[in-house]
T-cell receptor, first 111, second 114 residues
Framework: AQRVTQPEKLLSVFKGAPVELKCNYS??????LFWYVQYSRQRLQLLLR??SRESIKGFTADLNKGETSFHLKKPFAQEEDSAMYYC?????????????FGQGTILTVHP | SAVISQKPSRDICQRGTSLTIQCQVD?????MFWYRQQPGQSLTLIAT?????????ESGFVIDKFPISRPNLTFSTLTVSNMSPEDSSIYLC???????????FGEGSRLTVL
């Protein structure tokens, strides 16, 4: 079965500093990886997915199959980036459409 | 996108009682899911709500405890039965239009069991 690990429950950085939210997964096949974000008093929403290889709000994430990682990075953090971030995996097959999430990381960006 | 409404948004319940959470989507969707978000813990998938048939439960979740209905392609309910304080959590309805991993979430139903 697939599994996602986010080792940091809390992450604090100062505005303008680089930030990296770690995500590791275990799955024997070819997974699809996602990052979801939940801002204060808002619903959970998709931030980005690995297959689109895009940058959203300055965030990027590269799938590293060798290290089974999908870390989320931003070179210069902003205060509005403060939120809860979840890494998720779609295993496909009979699990198609379902996402398994990690424990989540609360990012706080200080002024 | 999809607009998802959940009711109730929050509730405080007594131990041993049951609560039904409703999820309404603004248009037909193929896949609907129920997740649980416990304080300090991960988002955990409870089950897939299947239209016209029994829900598909994940390991650790059973129908007697979390009965789910899905009478049509826009509506589903999750019941939390015989509640205990351990059931205190946020319950989230989510839908997928494509199965490609993009989920839309409701605002959640925050349940507190005393």
């Amino acid at each position: 079965a697939q599994r996602v690990t986010q080792p940091e429950k809390l992450l604090s950085v100062f505005k303008g500093a680089p930030v990296e939210l770690k995500c590791n997964y275990s799955y024997s096949g070819s997974p699809e990886l996602f990052w979801y974000v939940q801002y204060s008093r808002q619903r959970l929403q998709l931030l980005l997915r690995h297959i689109s290889r895009e940058s959203i709000k300055g965030f990027t994430a590269d799938l590293n199959k060798g290290e089974t990682s999908f870390h989320l990075k931003k070179p210069f953090a902003q205060e509005e980036d403060s939120a809860m971030y979840y890494c998720g995996i779609n295993a496909g097959g009979t699990s198609y459409g379902k996402l398994t999430f990690g424990q989540g990381t609360i990012l706080t960006v200080h002024p | 996108s999809a607009v998802i409404s959940q009711k109730p948004s929050r509730d405080i319940c007594q131990r041993g009682t049951s609560l039904t959470i409703q999820c309404q989507v603004d248009s037909q969707v193929t896949m609907m899911f129920w997740y649980r978000q416990q304080p300090g813990q991960s988002l955990t998938l409870i089950a897939t709500a299947n239209q016209g048939s029994e829900a598909t439960y994940e390991s650790g979740f059973v129908i007697d405890k979390f009965p789910i209905s899905r009478p049509n392609l826009t509506f589903s309910t999750l019941t939390v039965s015989n509640m205990s304080p351990e059931d205190s959590s946020i319950y989230l309805c989510s839908v997928s239009r494509t199965g490609a991993g993009e989920l839309f979430f409701g605002e959640g139903s925050r349940l507190t069991v005393l």
